[in-house]
């Protein structure tokens, strides 16, 4: 009888201690099972990330240059890749007619650029548009602000020169696609003087950074022209500002009755009169 009672309260203590061990090692096992799945994914982001510089975000950006098409026939004209400065208004009409002759076009709105990260989205979210590429250009979008957080974390304390850095990127990934597509997009930069002011407003780093974002746009935009790979539009929200430039002697387009600026020249010095005066 004796030894029954004993075994039975051996057998009471250890599956207490049994009990006691699990539940302090339920937390342990939480806490490392939550430290590897982020170590994972942080690891995973960093691995897939020349994936989608090299494949994913060219493929996207040409898809949604496809996207835009509204019409079943796409127009294939190669006489008009030319360097336009209009109104925006001028801008949204010239977006319209595109649109409805068939030919490829990218709207990025620069209005909210009042910084180099508000000018890097901008891009971004004309690029990668939602109303193109709908739940794709939502996930672009995300994994892009996941992408350049982690860049901040690791690379540079220089948040300004990492959003100049992507913006370089984000453009090539158009260039690229421009490169596959057969036809002669439209690219619209609209509100460009608003982002100029913005940086001309600015006397600090995140200014300067602006300013040569803004000026590496500028540049980006003419060299597609000279290489006939897409006609580009800078819109102006003032009205004044294109009287302005078209007066201007020294930075006038070729033909008075016109606003192009196929001359890559003539339009650096423009872009330089805007953001450097």
């Not at 036809?183 to 930069?189: S, V």
Request: contains cysteine.
């Amino acid at each position: 009888m004796m030894m029954m009672v004993f075994r039975l309260g051996q057998r009471r203590w250890l599956t207490t201690s049994m009990d006691k061990s699990i539940l302090f090692r339920r937390p342990k096992n939480l806490l490392g099972s939550t430290v590897a799945a982020t170590a994972m994914f942080v690891t995973g982001s960093l691995l897939a990330w020349p994936v989608a510089d090299v494949y994913l975000g060219p493929k996207l950006a040409q898809l949604a240059l496809m996207n835009s098409i509204q019409t079943d026939e796409v127009c294939i004209e190669n006489d008009r890749c030319n360097l336009s400065v209009l109104n925006s208004v001028q801008a949204r009409n010239a977006l319209e007619i595109a649109r409805q002759i068939g030919r490829p076009v990218c709207y990025l709105s620069l209005a909210t650029a009042s910084s180099p990260h508000d000018l890097l989205f901008a891009v971004v979210a004309g690029i990668y548009s939602t109303s193109t590429l709908g739940v794709f250009g939502v996930l672009s979008q995300s994994m892009g602000i996941w992408w350049i957080m982690l860049f901040d974390i690791l690379v540079s304390g220089d948040h300004a020169t990492t959003r100049a850095v992507n913006l370089s990127l984000v453009l090539n990934h158009l260039r690229r696609a421009l490169e596959n597509i057969q036809f002669f997009p439209l690219i619209i930069f609209d509100h460009f003087d608003l982002a100029c002011q913005h940086a001309n407003s600015l006397n600090d780093h995140q200014g300067q950074t602006l300013r040569r974002m803004l000026f590496h746009i500028g540049i980006w935009a003419s060299a597609q022209v000279q290489t006939e790979k897409a006609a580009v539009i800078i819109g102006l929200a003032s009205n004044d500002t294109v009287t302005t430039t078209i007066r201007k002697s020294i930075f006038s387009p070729p033909h008075p009755s016109s606003n192009q600026y196929n001359d890559p020249a003539l339009f650096h010095n423009l872009l330089r009169v805007w953001l450097y005066k």
